[in-house]
Antibody, heavy 123, light 107 residues
């Protein structure tokens, strides 16, 4: 059974960079069939796609966050990571990592999710 | 603002049928996926590629599409169906993803 687990600081200061890692177990991140994505959810609000990365490093980012987002993949550790720069209180959210198909009719379907991690931006 | 529009809240009586909709221009070209989220939990994929269900999702949940609108139908609503429901799909560019604002279903 595939499992994803987010890790990283729960508190980040304004203007700093938020850094999270997602560790994948029960499967390989190097599968050519999937992208690995980040989604966030501010408290009491809806889901927002941040971006997705392929095992070879190919990325797609939300246009609204593109200028501040960087993602990377480490196939040797079966992990992928998120960096979000210049954070403000508006970036306070539960951050999820998840998997979706690399193409075709299931491209938008996030079928496995991490449990999520709350990141609070505050001084 | 989201490119996919959902009604913020919908209610249904126990045992009745309810339809939750998701509107957006990109849905004319791309399939929607649907998720159920209960408080304090991660979203769960319940329908993808218009009307496909992952293993373990009951067939009383079904998806459909007409024009720019995707729909999730729950037949015979049960108390356990009370949750937030989100749609998502590709945006108009085809490579980026977008979520609807979510619908809170009350049973």
């Amino acid at each position: 059974q595939l499992q994803l687990q987010e890790s990283g600081p729960g508190l980040v200061k304004p203007s700093d960079t938020l850094s999270l890692t997602c560790t994948v177990s029960g499967g390989t991140i190097s599968s050519g069939s999937y992208y690995w994505g980040w989604i966030r959810q501010p408290p009491g609000k809806g889901l927002e796609w941040i971006g997705s990365i392929y095992y070879n490093g190919n990325t797609y980012y939300s246009p609204s966050l593109k200028s501040r987002v960087t993602t990377s993949v480490d196939t040797s550790k079966n992990q992928f990571s998120l960096k979000l720069s210049s954070v403000t209180a508006a970036d306070t959210a539960v951050y999820y990592c998840a998997r979706h198909c690399s193409g075709g009719s299931c491209y938008s379907a996030f079928d496995y999710w991490g449990q999520g991690t709350l990141v609070t931006v505050s001084s | 603002s989201s490119e996919l529009t959902q009604d913020p809240a919908v209610s249904v009586a126990l045992g009745q049928t309810v339809r939750i909709t998701c509107q957006g221009d990109s849905l004319r070209s791309y399939y929607a996926s649907w998720y159920r989220q209960k408080p304090g939990q991660a979203p769960v994929l319940i329908v993808y590629a218009e009307n496909n269900r992952p293993s373990g999702i009951p067939d009383r949940l079904s998806g459909s599409r007409s024009g720019n609108t995707a729909s999730l139908t729950i037949t015979g609503a049960q108390a356990e169906d009370e949750a937030d429901y989100y749609c998502n799909s590709r945006d108009s560019s085809g490579n980026h993803l977008v979520f609807g604002g979510g619908t809170k279903l009350t049973v």
